[in-house]
Structure formats: C-alpha cells, structure tokens
C-alpha cells in the first residue's frame, strides 16, 4: 500500500527515531509498504519518520543511479536499527540533495563521502560495512530522519534564510507533488 509522506513541518520529522525488535507489529507489511511508497514517489531511499512511523527503520535502492553513481549498483537494502560513522578520510563533497518530504526542492550539502555502517536487515541479521560516493551519501541523508533532522538543516545559515518561504509553503502543503502527502498544517 502507498503510504503519505510526511512533509516538512510535520513533527515526526523531528523526533529521534526509537530502535525496533523483531516483535514490531506487522513489521513485513510495513516495509514493504515501505518499498512500494519509494517507488512510486522516485525515491532512493525512505526512512520511517517520513511516513509519520518514529522508528529506526530505512529502506534504500539506489540503483536508479548506478549509471552516474556505480557504487549505487545492487544497494537496495532494508537498514533496521542502524548506526551511522562518518570516517573523515577525505575532504567533503559538495551535492545537489532533494528529499520527498520537502517537495519541489533541492540545495547543496557538504558531506564527507565515506561512511562506516552496522545495522540490521530485515530478518534481523547483523551487518557492518563501508561505503563511500553518493551511496553513503544517501545513507548518510536517510540516517539523518532517524535523528530528527532534515537536509536543509545543513546549509549555510544565509541560505536556509533564502529558502524559508519556500520550507513555510511545504509545511502548510502548498506544494505539487505526484505522490500522497501528509502536510503539517492547513
């Protein structure tokens, strides 16, 4: 079933996320619930905040990308629990970012490109990798939902200023999207 995207404004979007265990109710149904809302909205990656769940659950595939970005081949992954390390080897990368919950937009983020990872698949199992260019990136953007924060919590202070009008209008919902949204306020 296609879920709503929870737009920017909504509170959910800024609470922590809670860990999860493999009791969560209907937790399969969720995720791919989960999946077939990414799809449909063209996204890469999907973190459960933004479908107004608070918990530490992120679905990612972004092998839609894989032409430009081949690190992104074969990344589709269901992250449960996960915990997120920026290794700090390299310098930061500058990148145009978009997010479904803040429609119609998109603003550069500095992140470093090079990140350490342990989570839980699906089934529970443990996991540790790492991961660098626009994969971690993704991970890097979905990981963030999970601790209350959004994109555009990462750009420069003068532009965040330039862009508020914009970040008002989504949280009321005056915005155009082809997907079901669930905005914070009329």
């Known amino acids: 079933m296609k879920l709503p995207i929870y737009l ?5 979007l800024r609470e922590e996320a809670e860990d999860i265990t493999p009791d969560y109710p209907e937790l399969k149904k969720l995720i791919n619930d989960m999946w077939e809302t990414m799809y449909a909205s063209e996204g890469v990656g999907l973190a459960a905040p933004q479908i107004g769940k608070p918990i530490s659950l992120i679905v990612l595939d972004g092998s ?3 032409e430009d970005f081949p ?14 390390d920026v290794i700090e080897d390299m310098d930061p990368v500058s990148r145009s970012e978009g997010c479904l919950s803040l429609p119609g937009m998109s603003e550069n983020v500095s992140r470093v490109e090079h990140v350490r990872l342990n989570w839980l698949d699906e089934d529970f199992q443990e996991h540790e990798k790492e991961f660098t260019g626009f994969l971690s990136r993704i991970m890097q953007h979905e990981y963030d939902h ?3 924060t ?9 532009r965040k200023a330039l862009i508020r009008s914009k970040l008002n209008n ?3 919902g005056k915005v155009k999207c082809d997907y079901r949204v669930k905005a914070a306020r009329k």
Do not use: F, H, W
């Open 8 to 12: 920017y404004g909504q509170p959910v």
């Open 150 to 158: 959004v994109y555009t919590d990462r750009v420069a202070p003068i």
């Open 170 to 172: 989504i949280s009321k």
């Open 71 to 84: 690190e992104c081949n074969d990344s589709k992954m269901v992250l449960i629990n996960p915990v997120l």
């Open 146 to 148: 999970l601790l209350g």
């Open 64 to 66: 839609a990308l894989a």
